[in-house]
Protein backbone atom coordinates (compact mmCIF):
# COMPACT_ATOMS: atom_id res chain seq x y z
CA UNK A 1 0.00 0.00 0.00
CA UNK A 2 1.48 3.49 -1.25
CA UNK A 3 2.05 5.67 1.88
CA UNK A 4 -0.90 8.81 2.76
CA UNK A 5 -1.18 11.77 3.63
CA UNK A 6 -3.72 13.55 5.33
CA UNK A 7 -5.54 16.49 3.86
CA UNK A 8 -8.29 19.18 4.37
CA UNK A 9 -9.15 21.69 2.68
CA UNK A 10 -11.23 24.37 4.34
CA UNK A 11 -13.39 27.22 3.41
CA UNK A 12 -14.73 29.95 5.65
CA UNK A 13 -18.26 27.78 5.00
CA UNK A 14 -16.94 24.15 5.46
CA UNK A 15 -14.37 21.57 4.95
CA UNK A 16 -14.61 20.75 1.71
CA UNK A 17 -12.63 17.94 1.62
CA UNK A 18 -10.88 15.72 4.06
CA UNK A 19 -9.22 12.47 3.01
CA UNK A 20 -5.98 10.30 2.98
CA UNK A 21 -4.11 11.25 -0.28
CA UNK A 22 -0.50 9.87 -2.23
CA UNK A 23 0.28 13.18 -3.51
CA UNK A 24 -1.08 17.28 -3.87
CA UNK A 25 0.13 19.21 -6.77
CA UNK A 26 -1.25 22.86 -6.26
CA UNK A 27 -0.78 26.64 -7.21
CA UNK A 28 1.65 28.34 -4.90
CA UNK A 29 2.14 31.80 -5.47
CA UNK A 30 6.31 31.03 -6.58
CA UNK A 31 5.45 28.32 -8.76
CA UNK A 32 3.45 24.90 -8.89
CA UNK A 33 3.89 22.90 -5.41
CA UNK A 34 3.85 18.82 -5.41
CA UNK A 35 3.35 17.44 -1.61
CA UNK A 36 4.33 13.69 -0.74
CA UNK A 37 3.85 11.80 2.58
CA UNK A 38 6.50 13.09 4.82
CA UNK A 39 7.10 16.31 3.40
CA UNK A 40 9.29 18.54 4.97
CA UNK A 41 7.24 21.45 7.34
CA UNK A 42 6.07 24.44 5.25
CA UNK A 43 3.44 26.91 5.19
CA UNK A 44 3.37 28.67 1.74
CA UNK A 45 0.12 31.27 0.11
CA UNK A 46 -1.65 29.92 -2.74
CA UNK A 47 -2.98 31.61 -5.96
CA UNK A 48 -6.31 30.80 -7.56
CA UNK A 49 -6.25 27.53 -9.29
CA UNK A 50 -6.11 23.85 -9.74
CA UNK A 51 -5.08 21.48 -6.64
CA UNK A 52 -4.47 17.93 -8.55
CA UNK A 53 -5.27 15.52 -5.48
CA UNK A 54 -3.90 11.69 -6.13
CA UNK A 55 -5.39 8.85 -4.32
CA UNK A 56 -5.35 5.11 -4.67
CA UNK A 57 -4.02 6.04 -8.52
CA UNK A 58 -7.29 8.41 -8.98
CA UNK A 59 -6.56 12.10 -9.99
CA UNK A 60 -9.52 14.77 -8.78
CA UNK A 61 -9.25 18.44 -9.64
CA UNK A 62 -10.58 20.87 -7.19
CA UNK A 63 -10.80 24.47 -8.37
CA UNK A 64 -9.83 26.79 -4.94
CA UNK A 65 -9.38 30.52 -4.67
CA UNK A 66 -6.54 32.28 -2.81
CA UNK A 67 -5.59 31.23 0.21
CA UNK A 68 -2.85 29.55 2.66
CA UNK A 69 -1.59 26.40 3.09
CA UNK A 70 0.45 24.48 5.89
CA UNK A 71 2.23 21.36 5.67
CA UNK A 72 3.17 18.91 8.32
CA UNK A 73 5.02 15.50 7.56
CA UNK A 74 1.56 13.63 8.48
CA UNK A 75 -0.61 16.48 7.34
CA UNK A 76 -1.58 18.88 4.89
CA UNK A 77 -4.07 22.07 5.99
CA UNK A 78 -5.06 24.17 2.65
CA UNK A 79 -7.00 27.46 3.69
CA UNK A 80 -9.03 29.19 0.59
CA UNK A 81 -11.76 31.28 0.37
CA UNK A 82 -13.55 28.47 -1.72
CA UNK A 83 -12.95 25.17 -3.03
CA UNK A 84 -15.23 22.97 -5.62
CA UNK A 85 -15.28 19.31 -6.56
CA UNK A 86 -16.05 18.54 -10.43
CA UNK A 87 -19.14 17.27 -9.69
CA UNK A 88 -20.03 20.83 -7.81
CA UNK A 89 -19.31 22.98 -10.43
CA UNK A 90 -22.03 24.47 -12.47
CA UNK A 91 -20.42 24.86 -16.04
CA UNK A 92 -23.37 27.31 -17.75
CA UNK A 93 -22.59 29.33 -14.46
CA UNK A 94 -18.79 29.53 -14.81
CA UNK A 95 -19.02 29.99 -18.34
CA UNK A 96 -21.13 32.98 -17.89
CA UNK A 97 -18.73 34.68 -15.55
CA UNK A 98 -15.53 33.64 -17.64
CA UNK A 99 -17.43 35.70 -20.49
CA UNK A 100 -18.32 38.78 -18.34
CA UNK A 101 -14.90 39.17 -17.12
CA UNK A 102 -13.43 39.09 -20.26
CA UNK A 103 -15.91 41.41 -21.47
CA UNK A 104 -14.77 43.65 -18.72
CA UNK A 105 -11.20 43.47 -19.43
CA UNK A 106 -11.99 44.18 -23.18
CA UNK A 107 -14.06 46.94 -22.34
CA UNK A 108 -12.45 50.37 -23.51
CA UNK A 109 -14.42 52.35 -20.51
CA UNK A 110 -12.25 54.05 -18.10
CA UNK A 111 -13.49 52.68 -14.74
CA UNK A 112 -13.10 49.47 -14.53
CA UNK A 113 -11.04 47.45 -11.39
CA UNK A 114 -8.76 45.13 -13.25
CA UNK A 115 -7.64 43.24 -10.37
CA UNK A 116 -11.34 42.10 -9.91
CA UNK A 117 -11.92 41.46 -13.25
CA UNK A 118 -9.01 39.29 -13.36
CA UNK A 119 -9.59 37.26 -10.41
CA UNK A 120 -12.93 36.63 -11.96
CA UNK A 121 -11.52 35.71 -14.84
CA UNK A 122 -8.82 32.90 -12.92
CA UNK A 123 -11.93 32.09 -10.83
CA UNK A 124 -13.61 30.87 -13.87
CA UNK A 125 -11.11 28.88 -15.54
CA UNK A 126 -10.14 27.48 -12.35
CA UNK A 127 -13.57 26.09 -11.93
CA UNK A 128 -13.81 25.28 -16.14
CA UNK A 129 -10.83 23.30 -15.64
CA UNK A 130 -11.50 21.45 -12.91
CA UNK A 131 -14.88 20.42 -14.24
CA UNK A 132 -12.92 19.26 -17.57
CA UNK A 133 -14.46 21.70 -19.44
CA UNK A 134 -11.52 23.75 -20.43
Given at each position: ?????????????????????????????????????????????????I???????????????????????????????T??????I?????????????????????????????????????????????
Open positions: MAATIRLEIVTPEKVAYAQEINILEGPAVDGEIGILPRHAPLVTCLKTGLKVTKDGERIKIAISDGFMEVKPEQINVIVRAELPHQDIERAKAAQQRARQRLDSEQEIIDYARAEAALNRAIARLKAAGHH
